[in-house]
């Protein structure tokens, strides 16, 4: 009985703050048909602002996934000098308001900030522009590849690659055959969450994007945009595209791993 209760609590809870909330989102865009869900997926804003999304999202989680393995390797198999502050600087993006690192980058990419100013004299603009919002994507996601690859280098150890190197393997071979085939699932895990949070991050984006129509506007912004101006086929239409970017990232996650266990 208590078994039971317990499992129905779980579903409750899941059912009421995850699958009703993302139904409604649903059922009020499909509400009146597909005619304006399709108006609105047809303005070039909209085209815009998804291309924006995934783009951001191509170049944010392959920096990611990359630093996030590199810097599990030095902090799991190396010692070094700062290695406990490197270790807490990986959580800073967990601990800070997204509004507050958005301002952070304002301050030292803005055209009167300590590198933006150099970089403007270029002619190369950060805020208010793709390059910044890249930057922010990228620091608001950084933690995840690194929280889930670490502890799988530590659960393996190290007497596998102690055996490839005792038989000839260089450092570049004993990664690619032995320490990347061993973490996978971290790094698919890792790769899944990044590219959750690239996709729908919102604050730190909207305060370094300028929120500029057609331009700068994500589909997490354009979401706010079309609902303070009270097109709200527009707003749930993007809400919709958001949702279906993560249900396909769950699903592939689920194919990758059926294979695996195939």
Not at 73 to 85: C, E, N, Q, T, Y
Not at 196 to 219: M, P, Q, W, Y
Request: one cysteine or more.
């Amino acid at each position: 009985m208590a078994r039971r209760t317990l499992r129905g609590l779980a579903l409750g809870y899941l059912l009421a703050l995850l699958v009703l909330p993302v139904g409604m989102v649903f059922a009020r865009a499909f509400a009146d048909g597909l005619g304006p869900v399709w108006a609105a997926l047809s303005r070039p804003e909209t085209l815009h602002a998804l291309w924006l999304t995934l783009a951001i999202a191509a170049v944010a989680v392959p920096a990611n996934t990359v630093f996030g393995v590199l810097c599990a390797l030095a902090l799991v198999r190396h010692d070094f000098p700062g290695k406990s502050i490197v270790n807490a600087m990986v959580d800073v993006p967990f601990t800070i308001s997204p509004v507050v690192v958005g301002l952070a980058l304002i301050l030292v990419y803005g055209q009167d900030g300590w590198v933006g100013s150099w970089l403007a004299q270029r002619g190369i603009q950060v805020i208010f522009a793709l390059p910044g919002m890249i930057l922010a994507t990228i620091f608001i996601s950084i933690p995840f590849v690194v929280r889930e690859v670490a502890p799988v280098l530590r659960e393996i150890g190290t007497e596998q690659e102690q055996a490839a190197s005792t038989l000839g393997a260089s450092g570049l071979q004993t990664f690619w055959q032995v320490t990347l085939p061993s973490i996978r699932w971290g790094v698919v895990y890792g790769v899944v969450l990044t590219t959750a949070r690239a996709l729908g991050e919102f604050g730190t984006v909207a305060v370094v994007s300028g929120k500029i129509a057609g331009r700068t506007e994500t589909l997490t912004v354009l979401v706010e945009d079309r609902f303070q101006a009270f097109d709200l086929a527009g707003a749930y239409t993007a809400s919709l595209l958001l949702a279906l970017l993560a249900l396909a990232t769950l699903f592939l996650m689920n194919v990758l791993t059926a294979r695996e266990e195939a």
